[in-house]
């Protein structure tokens, strides 16, 4: 089997890392963000290396971009011509920003736009990944957007933008890398260069994900995890990801679940599933036990220690363990469940999930996450 592992985006970091916009001067740049960015003077910090340049700022992202607000935000910059896009904000103002350049090149707009990545959570990555996931509200999908045309030129990783950020979406989406990771360690087109970057990432956040719980305004925790976020995008940007993704999609769209919390809520039943009765499976699983420090010698015990551990980490963090334990409406999701399990079948993360699944596997894990 071919692998690929490519790397395209330019990665900046550390605390003076945003002054490399300064080089941009004379640029018509276009700034995809949400209002809180706006709202919160959080935006200054960029603008104010923009002096030279002529801004236009779309700030009408909302989490879970549609594609509605991709064709709003083309239509905000169809005259002003962006020669560069920024995108400024959690992982949906990043994929928005993504659907708004591919909707402004298909439209003829420009050839080509430069486009940097300034991610201000620690979750989804997306600053170094060719994925950009849009809803679909009429539908009550999610659905990837893959191509090597969504990848930034460029991603600035400054954690003093993540400082600001509320317990429960700092939680959710450090969950979200830790899925990353696992999910990219497991996955059919792991490979030793997506591992590297996995297994850095795992450690990472493992580490440093609880010592953010204990202290919002540890700095140290916040820049290792907003780090392990980027290594851990471009660990499943090259593995891809599995069924956690894939069912996370469906589901979060359905019923409005905040996506790193969907995603954690799931990992524990599908470790255990992807694990059963397969030897291999049960040693990538095993190897991430290894990672985070846990031991035993027999591999079966280790995937059970370290679905243990996520589920320990979850009930830290406040993440329920059931969609009924977090109140999410059941009926909805009843009515639903043909086209749900059909949007997992079809998800572009399912297909690099290590065990292949069918209708009747995803109908029984619904209804163990329903709890
Ligand atoms: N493209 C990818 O590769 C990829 C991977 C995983 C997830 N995703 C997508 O990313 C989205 C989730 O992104 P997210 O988890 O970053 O959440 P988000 O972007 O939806 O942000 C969550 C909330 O946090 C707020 N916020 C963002 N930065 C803040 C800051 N610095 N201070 C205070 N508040 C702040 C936002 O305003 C928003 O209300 C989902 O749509 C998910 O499907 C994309
Ligand atoms: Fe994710």
Avoid at 95 to 113: H, P
Avoid at 213 to 233: F, I, P, T, W, Y
Avoid at 305 to 319: D, T, V, W
């Amino acid at each position: 089997m071919v692998k690929q592992f490519s790397i395209k985006s330019h990665i900046y970091s550390g605390t003076n890392a945003l002054q490399i916009l300064k080089q941009y001067a004379g640029l018509r740049i276009g700034i995809v963000t949400d209002n809180f960015m706006v709202s919160s003077g959080l935006i200054n910090r960029i603008t104010e290396q923009l002096s030279q340049c002529k801004v236009a700022i779309f700030k009408d992202v909302k989490p879970d971009p549609s594609i509605e607000i991709l064709q709003q935000g083309a239509q905000f910059f169809c005259d002003f011509k962006p020669e560069m896009i920024i995108a400024f904000g959690g992982g949906s103002a990043l994929d928005a920003a993504k659907g708004i350049l591919a909707t402004l090149i298909s439209m003829g707009t420009a050839e080509e736009i430069a486009l940097v990545a300034i991610p201000t959570t620690s979750g989804s990555g997306s600053e170094v990944t060719s994925y950009a996931i849009i809803s679909d509200p009429t539908n009550n999908i999610k659905y990837p957007l893959v191509s090597d045309d969504l990848l930034a030129d460029i991603a600035i990783l400054d954690s003093s933008l993540v400082m600001s950020v509320p317990k429960n979406v700092s939680m959710d989406t450090g969950m979200d890398v830790m899925t990353h990771a696992i999910e990219a360690l497991v996955s059919i087109n792991a490979n030793d260069f997506s591992d590297a970057l996995a297994e850095k990432s795992l450690r990472m956040v493992y580490e440093y994900l609880p010592q953010v719980l204990d202290d919002l305004s540890n700095q140290l925790a916040r820049e290792k995890v907003h780090n392990a976020s980027c290594m851990a995008g471009m660990a499943f940007n090259s593995a891809g990801l599995g069924l956690v993704h894939g069912m996370a999609h469906a589901l979060g769209a359905l019923l409005h679940i905040a996506h790193g919390k969907i995603n954690a809520m799931l990992l524990p039943i599908i470790i255990q599933f992807n694990s059963l009765d397969d030897a291999l499976i049960t040693d990538r699983y095993a190897h991430c036990s290894r990672i985070i420090g846990l031991q035993h010698h027999d591999h079966t015990v280790l995937v059970q220690l370290l679905i243990h551990e996520i589920q320990c980490m979850n009930k830290m963090m406040g993440i329920p363990a059931s969609l009924k334990e977090l109140g999410a409406n059941i009926e909805l999701l009843q009515q639903n469940l043909p086209q749900i399990i059909t949007a997992v079948l079809n998800d572009s993360c399912t297909k690099t999930n290590p065990k292949p699944v069918n209708h009747s596997d995803i109908r029984a894990l619904i209804q163990q996450i329903i709890g």
